[in-house]
């Protein structure tokens, strides 16, 4: 096995039943992602992308193929296992950001630091760190809710970040901001990648975020179209 | 202990849905111990004054005799053995003597049990001493129940008659020398207490007895032929059952409350696992398994019952002591239950009963938490995320 390799698909598969037939969603999927990678899965609603991350990201399993994340087998990991590689290894950011609501944007940011068996003054420090990364130390104490749209999100990049993961995940992370917010955020993205050599993969469908894509997958209906890398940020969102 | 931590954040973040449900599990708190202190309290004073008043340490009883059969009175009596005999030389025993008779109160025929005592006996706490002949006649001892039913008062005159050994009816005048207060309506209702000796002379009974009353913490007790020793297990059998039955009974109340919190505990379960879906999801995608989730789901639903035991702490505790010392004031004819009630009722309040209770309530509250989130042992991850259930 090619150890440079964070992540390696191998005619990845998933099919979803419907009625007597088969939809696929991914259809052999080959695709490679070293560290520090900033890529992006783009294409049209129903192209795969999610259904890609989710394996990735051990939240889901093949239907045949195999994926290859850190080394583990997702296909041949156990309920537990594939917790503890999340747990250690992935950031994940959504489009609804997904915070906690009774917990405040430290809490949240904390959460996935509970179950690493850190020091409670190892967590503040990382928590602190994080905030300050997404330049929210001054708003630890609020509660999700008073915050903005697009403090919501860059309190969800902190919280990916925190434990400082090998892989991000995030899929449609502008869905939900305006093209200001959606800017910061990939701003905040980008610094991070150069800082902490994390692996970022969207899925998005948004020129914006395309626009800072350093590789570009095209999926459509399940298979990659296109692959193209650049050397820089693709600033022009050109295809 | 990152899972209680977060459950009774989870909890007290739910707000007024938490209070609610934490208040009416307090209320079942709170009564249960309530209403189960009353009955222990009821029951301990039943039995203190059985003891007290009428079983003392026990009773030896004739072989013939059977309080619930009169007709066998006739014969249900017998010289006492000399074993038992030495004890009521040594105060540590009394005899009593029963037999059926009959008083004319205001022209009617109403039966009786005419009972002997020996008016110096230290062994229960009766009123015997009321029974000291002084002027010839025979003096008479009955209750404040027979006194409403007969209307006799002190001073009265009433003539009854029996049967004596031979079968010979007799009759005599007796006069009321005292009425008594007591608690115990098995020494009351429907009877008349005169002198030992005197029943004895009268009966043609010399030296016998139904039963005899043995002194409390006498741990010798002799075996004769003819006399069964009953002891106050035996004896309170009959108390033991109805404090049960109204336990029971009253077990109803309570339960019906407890069963409203469960209800609202379950339904509050089912709601938040509805809801909070997608809070599942991302507690998934950050590396929880779902036998953590449903540890905290669990624990959350079961830390109700900590917060409504404190609640109920902070007024139960007051309100119970309050009535602990105040006691619960018996409504007008209270006596005419047939058990040994005192006019007030004092709750007692054991740790057992304490321990008990909020076992209980943790027990069913962690239950009815858990059966909920079962759901969730079958919730993927990428349902959950969506919002959906698996």
């Known amino acids: 096995m090619d150890n440079s390799y964070l992540i390696r698909t191998k005619d990845l598969v998933k099919t979803y039943p419907v009625g007597q037939t088969k939809l696929y969603a991914l259809n052999r999927v080959n695709l490679d992602f070293k560290p520090g990678e900033f890529a992006g899965l783009v294409g049209p609603s129903g192209s795969g992308k999610t259904t890609f991350l989710n394996i990735v990201g051990s939240l889901d399993s093949p239907s045949e193929g195999s994926v290859v994340v850190m080394g583990k087998k997702i296909e041949d990991l156990s309920h537990k296992q594939a917790a503890w590689l999340r747990n250690k290894n992935i950031?994940?950011?959504?489009?609804?950001?997904?915070?906690?609501?009774?917990?405040?944007?430290?809490?949240?940011?904390?959460?996935?630091?509970?179950?690493?068996?850190?020091?409670p003054k190892e967590r503040k420090e990382k928590v602190i760190k994080a905030l300050e990364w997404v330049k929210l130390a001054d708003r630890a104490k609020s509660k999700p809710a008073q915050l903005s749209g697009g403090e919501g999100q860059r309190v969800a990049v902190a919280r990916a970040i925190v434990k400082e993961p090998s892989i991000i995940l995030a899929d449609e992370p502008t869905a939900n901001l305006d093209a200001e917010n959606s800017f910061n955020i990939l701003d905040t993205m980008e610094e991070l990648n150069h800082e902490l050599n994390t692996t970022f993969i969207f899925a998005t469908h948004d020129e914006k975020v395309i626009k800072y894509l350093r590789r570009k997958i095209t999926l459509v209906d399940g298979k990659v179209a296109k692959d193209e890398v650049y050397e820089q940020k693709n600033s022009k969102g050109d295809n | 202990m990152i899972i209680p931590k977060l459950a009774l954040r989870n909890l007290l973040g739910a707000g007024l849905r938490t209070w609610l449900n934490v208040v009416v599990l307090s209320l079942s708190f709170v009564l249960i111990i309530w209403l189960q202190g009353l009955y222990k309290g009821m029951?301990?004073?039943?039995?203190?004054?059985?003891?007290?008043?009428?079983?003392?340490?026990?009773?030896?009883?004739?072989?013939?005799?059977?309080?619930?059969?009169?007709?066998?009175?006739?014969?249900?009596?017998?010289?006492?053995?000399?074993?038992?005999?030495?004890?009521?030389?040594?105060d540590e025993a009394t005899p009593v003597l029963i037999a059926q008779a009959t008083i004319y109160p205001e022209g009617r025929l109403q039966p009786i049990l005419l009972k002997g005592i020996d008016p110096a006996q230290t062994v229960v706490n009766f009123p015997s001493q009321f029974l000291v002949q002084e002027n010839g006649e025979i003096p008479a001892l009955i209750g404040t129940r027979m006194a409403k039913s007969t209307g006799l008062k002190i001073g009265d005159m009433i003539?009854?008659?029996?049967?004596?050994?031979?079968?010979?009816?007799?009759?005599?005048?007796i006069y009321i020398a005292q009425i008594m207060k007591t608690i115990v309506p098995a020494v009351d209702q429907g009877q008349i207490w005169i002198p030992l000796e005197t029943m004895r002379e009268l009966m043609g009974m010399q030296n016998e007895a139904s039963l005899v009353v043995m002194a409390k913490d006498i741990e010798e007790l002799p075996v004769v032929s003819g006399w069964n020793?009953?002891?106050?297990?035996?004896?309170?059998?009959?108390?033991?059952?109805?404090?049960?039955?109204?336990?029971?009974?009253?077990?109803?109340?309570?339960?019906?409350?407890?069963?409203?919190?469960?209800?609202?505990?379950?339904?509050?379960?089912?709601?938040?696992?509805?809801?909070r879906k997608k809070e599942m999801g991302?507690?998934?995608?950050?590396?929880?398994?779902?036998?953590?989730?449903?540890?905290?789901f669990t624990l959350e639903g079961a830390l109700h019952s900590v917060l409504a035991g404190i609640i109920a702490a902070i007024y139960g505790i007051p309100f119970l002591v309050w009535f602990a010392k105040k006691g619960w004031a018996m409504p007008?004819?209270?006596?005419?239950?047939?058990?040994?009630?005192?006019?007030?009722?004092?709750?007692?309040?054991?740790?057992?009963?304490?321990?008990?209770?909020?076992?209980?309530?943790?027990?069913?509250?962690?239950?009815?938490?858990?059966?909920?989130?079962?759901?969730?042992?079958?919730?993927?991850?990428?349902?959950?995320?969506?919002?959906?259930?698996?």
């Open chain 2, 43 to 90: 029951g301990d004073q039943i039995k203190e004054a059985e003891i007290d008043v009428e079983y003392g340490g026990g009773q030896y009883w004739h072989e013939s005799y059977d309080p619930y059969d009169p007709l066998t009175l006739e014969d249900a009596h017998g010289a006492v053995p000399d074993p038992i005999q030495n004890k009521i030389d040594k």
């Open chain 2, 229 to 275: 020793f009953k002891s106050l297990e035996f004896l309170l059998a009959d108390i033991e059952y109805l404090i049960k039955t109204k336990k029971t009974g009253g077990s109803i109340m309570y339960m019906f409350l407890l069963l409203l919190a469960m209800l609202a505990i379950f339904n509050t379960q089912v709601l938040s696992i509805f809801r």
């Open chain 2, 332 to 390: 007008e004819g209270y006596d005419d239950f047939g058990i040994a009630l005192g006019e007030k009722l004092f709750p007692i309040y054991t740790a057992g009963l304490v321990f008990g209770t909020v076992m209980l309530i943790l027990t069913v509250t962690t239950i009815v938490s858990f059966l909920p989130t079962r759901k969730i042992a079958k919730l993927k991850p990428t349902d959950a995320l969506r919002g959906r259930l698996s």
């Open chain 2, 282 to 296: 991302t507690m998934m995608a950050m590396g929880f398994t779902r036998g953590k989730i449903i540890q905290l």
């Open chain 2, 159 to 173: 003539i009854v008659r029996w049967r004596d050994a031979q079968g010979t009816f007799d009759a005599r005048d």
């Open chain 1, 91 to 119: 950031g994940f950011i959504f489009q609804t950001f997904n915070l906690l609501p009774v917990y405040t944007v430290y809490e949240n940011v904390e959460f996935p630091l509970l179950l690493l068996n850190l020091s």
